[in-house]
């Protein structure tokens, strides 16, 4: 992994090329007092380079299952998930994690969170600072740099964790709900800047919410989970319309066909 | 008279406790839970004029039980002309000796213990056996293998302190929070810098639980060491000496002097642990 942008770049189109992200088939299921409880049933799905992927579903889909399977964190499913045509075999360099709490190490300053990332990738010590100081400048938390997480607001703390997870230059970002925990208008900013963030560093964004605004808002593409056990109801394409404009018809319509899916009818008159 | 007594006896036994009294108030008011601090010197007080009365009334034999005053006059006799500043120096030299040894080897056992599941499955058991070995059972055996002179005592005092801090240290480090285990698996942290950025410092309060109780321990042990193994300078001797020569007042000195190191001991850790509960969780 010498060169972690040695693939040609976004360009959010290409339906011909294989994809870059592949799940085939997988179904998950824990023992639970000794009984297996399924969680995620025959989930299939492709991801393009560059796709940014919503998962939406209710809470016990399976979502965060998922993305701990992609992870490698977890390799006891049925099925096959492959990166690059090459089976996921444990956690890497190409994929990371912003978890739904920020996760930061208390006793680390922000700048040294962020570096913690980078203690992997054979970058040398100035190097290793010079990514630091650019994610955090990608985040707007240069002048945090010496601060530490009890000193952060969530919003904050959740921005560190952002620039954690991309300060490697991750091809694949793994999004386990970073924003739920945030308070309403935090979550509306922060949604802008990953919007920006994710479309700057070219990665490929796998995000999972139950927040069906935010999955239309910064999705190419919106799976729909129905729950237990987890399994996809609908794949849909975003509007480039809806993905740029919060009032849009078409942002509405997919919401209400999203809400619809999920058993939530928004019926007004 | 016997008010300018209590006044005047109580300075030098009484400044540890009242220099400590700021610090806790301190302490209170950061975490919230206001504690009036006079309690613990009104009971010491309480305690001062009953020994004062229980002397000078009567109740008990001078011979058994020396006026406050005499303990401070002896005291001052010591500081001049007798050996108790020695006797002291020689009692924390042991003491710090014992601990350094003791503690060293408990947090790199411990350490090990909590890193490597392996070494905790096979050597664990035996770690927690010899804990339930009462600690001065330990004393005939140390003084076979090492003499009763400074080297026996010594050893005594480092098994002693190595319980707590071994004990700490593996729980410690193996009751990591998954979370941060995941992190750590997701950042690809080697096992070094696991330890380093993540074990260590998340381990760090109960590491310290274990050293703050290896202080203890070792001033315990400190004390029965220099009463159980051969005699030599040090507070212990000195103890050793009120006694079987009845030098009442000496016994008394002797005592308080233990007492008061034991809580200035104690106090430093409190304020040391607080600092690092604070520096932990910023």
New interface residues.
């Given amino acids: 992994m010498n060169a972690p942008f040695a693939a040609p770049s976004p360009a959010p189109a290409p339906h011909a090329r294989r994809p870059a992200l592949d799940i085939r088939n997988v179904s998950k299921a824990f023992v639970v007092n000794g009984e297996a409880i399924e969680v995620l049933s025959n989930i299939s799905l492709a991801v393009e380079a560059g796709a940014f992927v919503s998962i939406v579903g209710a809470s016990g889909c399976g979502k965060s299952t998922l993305l701990r399977l992609i ?1 490698g ?1 977890d390799r006891d499913y049925a099925g096959e998930i492959r990166l690059d045509d090459r089976p996921v075999d444990g ?3 190409e ?3 912003v ?1 739904q ?1 920020h ?1 930061l ?4 300053t922000v700048e ?1 969170n962020v570096g ?2 980078l ?2 990738s054979g970058l040398d010590k100035a190097m290793r600072r010079r990514a630091v100081a650019e994610h955090l400048e990608l985040v707007g938390l240069e002048a945090f740099a010496k601060a ?4 952060l607001s969530g919003g904050m703390a959740q921005r560190v964790a952002i620039a954690r997870a991309l300060a490697n230059r991750p091809r694949f970002l793994l999004l386990d709900g970073p924003l739920g925990a945030l308070d309403a208008l935090t979550r509306l900013r922060l949604q802008e800047e990953l919007k920006r963030i994710v479309a700057h560093e070219g990665s490929t964004a796998l995000l999972v919410t139950h927040d069906v605004d935010e999955a239309v808002y910064l999705g190419h593409v919106v799976v729909v989970l129905h729950p237990r056990p987890g399994r996809i109801a609908a794949v849909l394409p975003v509007p480039e319309e809806a993905r740029s404009d919060r009032s849009s018809p078409a942002f509405v319509a997919l919401r209400d066909r999203v809400l619809e899916l999920l058993g939530v009818t928004r019926r007004t008159g | 008279m016997s008010i300018d007594a209590t006044a005047r006896s109580d300075s030098p036994a009484d400044s540890p406790a009242a220099s400590l009294a700021p610090s806790r108030r301190a302490t209170a008011r950061r975490y919230g839970a206001l504690r009036p601090d006079w309690r613990p010197l009104a009971s010491f007080g309480a305690l001062l004029a009953l020994w004062f009365a229980a002397h000078h009334l009567g109740w008990i034999a001078a011979k058994y039980l020396p006026s406050p005053l005499a303990v401070v006059e002896r005291l001052m006799s010591e500081i001049r002309t007798g050996t108790i500043l020695d006797d002291l120096q020689e009692t924390l030299r042991r003491n710090l000796s014992g601990l350094a040894i003791g503690a060293a080897a408990g947090l790199a056992l411990g350490a090990l213990l909590g890193i490597s599941t392996l070494v905790g499955r096979i050597v664990g058991p035996t770690v927690l056996a010899q804990r339930q070995t009462a600690l001065f059972a330990w004393v005939p055996l140390l003084a076979m293998w090492f003499g009763g002179g400074d080297t026996g005592k010594i050893a005594f005092i480092a098994v002693a302190a190595f319980q707590p801090v071994v004990i700490g240290t593996w729980r410690g480090i193996s009751l990591v929070p998954a ?2 285990r ?2 750590s ?6 096992r070094w ?1 696991y330890i380093r ?2 074990a260590v ?1 998340s381990a ?1 309060p109960m590491i310290f639980t274990g050293l703050h109780g290896a202080l203890i321990y070792a001033w315990l042990a400190t004390v029965g060491s220099e009463l159980f193994l051969n005699i030599s300078p040090g507070l212990g001797g000195r103890l050793n000496q009120g006694s079987q020569l009845f030098e009442i007042d000496l016994l008394f000195l002797a005592i308080l002097l233990f007492g008061l190191i034991g809580l200035g001991y104690n106090t430093l850790a409190e304020r040391a642990e607080a600092l690092l509960v604070r ?4």
């Fill in positions: 992870l964190l956690p890497g360099p994929r990371a994690i978890f709490e996760r190490l208390p006793w680390l040294a913690a990332a203690l992997h530490y997480p009890a000193q | 979370t941060y995941e992190l698996d997701v950042l690809l942290l080697s810098n950025l993540v410092p760090l520096w932990n969780s910023r």
